[in-house]
């Protein structure tokens, strides 16, 4: 039976991993999958996981099953630092726990797909390398617009909307609240009302994908747009992950809501995101939200986990800030936020930088920022510049 199957090549990411992890020379430089890394190159436990996990093994009783829903009340607790108070407390919003961003933004796809079969999602190029395949294994049509040209380092703003005016009512639009993957680029308040304007006149849904909140501009700052976008539009999905701002990575802790037009049709939604949920992972793991539960729950982790937060992003800034120093052609990336830049390199350079110089980036030039400490960067920067003006 298997004989039938298709040879399957992992993705870029995952290819890069399995290249770094096999490579037996001192001095790597990871820049490629998207982990925070502190100055010392390691990712630590954040110190409120390491306290709350201790509370969670102290009172956990049972592993028996939460819901298909998840720990209702870890969502009610992030609700209002993903959406603002206001919008937790509305109930056309209407929220689950899922398996990662991964688990919500399938689930968000699938939901889709069932509402609407005709329809198509927008996303722009480039975005996430996953995010075409999370959304054509749900049945989607995904088309592609212009967001970022790489080699001026540029948001394509007007040809973006320009491509999106041909976009049909009931078509979805995917953007990233924050941080960009993989390019830091953002767009300005203006243009973000210019989104939410287009959508509402030509009756697209907003999927907002806030995977990296809390690493740009803050946590407050970078829900910003997205949160008022979502006053403008009649209806939207918003997926988060707990994975970079909580560093959960392998608890796969993530969130979905709903927002309906009213109450009925958002609780309606999640109704039918449970029952897919319960076609593919049944009931989400517990042991990441039980965790974020237990911070959230307390202002003392509450403060300890905001705390290492803001560390962790000024580390970011500040990596930022140096390599454009360096290398005075990267000069716009001090100016993206997030974990990630895409820089004008050829496939050829960066294969270059792998095997010569055991420095790690995704083969579409994006490097992970966190992947820099100050006593990796002067030699990342030496390797790169000649490859720059290739
Ligand atoms: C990344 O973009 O590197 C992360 O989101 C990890 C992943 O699964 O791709």
């Not at 209002?80 to 108070?85: D, K, N, R, T």
């Given at each position: 039976l298997f004989d039938a199957l298709d040879d399957q090549p992992l993705d870029a990411m995952l290819t890069l991993l399995r290249q770094l992890r096999s490579d037996p020379r001192d001095g790597k430089i990871d820049l490629g999958i998207g982990v925070y890394g502190d100055e010392k190159g390691r990712t630590p436990v954040m110190q409120a996981v390491r306290q709350a996990e201790r509370?969670?093994?102290?009172?956990?009783?049972?592993?028996?099953?939460?819901?298909?829903?998840?720990?209702?009340?870890?969502?009610?607790?992030?609700?209002?630092?993903?959406?603002?108070?206001?919008?937790?407390?509305?109930?056309?919003?209407?929220?689950?726990?899922?398996?990662?961003?991964?688990?919500?933004l399938r689930l968000a796809a699938e939901l889709i797909a069932r509402a609407n079969p005709d329809a198509r999602i927008w996303v722009g190029t480039p975005s996430w390398v996953n995010h075409y395949g999370l959304m054509r294994s749900a049945g989607l049509t995904v088309l592609e617009h212009p967001f970022f040209d790489q080699a001026t380092q540029t948001i394509l703003f007007d040809e973006m909307m320009s491509a999106l005016e041909t976009a049909r009512t009931g078509d979805v639009l995917l953007l990233h609240a924050c941080c960009h993957n993989p390019t830091g680029a953002g767009f300005t308040t203006d243009q973000w009302r210019a989104i939410a304007d287009l959508c509402a006149r030509k009756g697209l849904l907003p999927l907002v994908d806030i995977a990296y909140q809390g690493l740009g501009h803050g946590l407050e700052e970078d829900a910003a747009n997205m949160r008022a976008l979502l006053d403008i539009v009649p209806e939207a999905l918003i997926t988060a992950s707990c994975s970079k701002n909580f560093g959960l990575y392998r608890e796969r802790l993530g969130a979905l809501w709903i927002r309906g037009s009213h109450a009925q049709a958002a609780l309606r939604a999640r109704a039918t995101c449970m029952k897919v949920g319960r076609s593919m992972w049944s009931m989400p793991p517990d042991h990441g939200a039980s965790v974020v539960r237990t911070i959230l729950e307390s202002p003392e982790l509450t403060a300890s986990w905001q705390a290492e937060l803001t560390t962790m992003r000024a580390r970011l800034n500040a990596m930022r800030a140096e390599l454009a120093r360096a290398v005075p052609q990267l000069a716009s990336v001090a100016q993206q936020t997030g974990m990630f830049a895409l820089l004008p390199l050829s496939r050829e350079a960066v294969t270059e930088l792998r095997v010569r110089d055991g420095i790690y980036m995704i083969e579409n030039g994006r490097m992970n920022i966190a992947g820099l400490t100050s006593e990796n960067l002067p030699r990342f920067a030496a390797a790169l510049a000649p490859s720059l003006s290739k």
């Open positions: 509370i969670v093994a102290e009172a956990q009783t049972t592993k028996a099953y939460v819901a298909a829903e998840g720990d209702a009340r870890f969502v009610s607790l992030l609700a209002p630092i993903v959406l603002g108070a206001a919008r937790a407390a509305d109930d056309r919003y209407c929220g689950m726990q899922t398996p990662g961003g991964t688990g919500a």
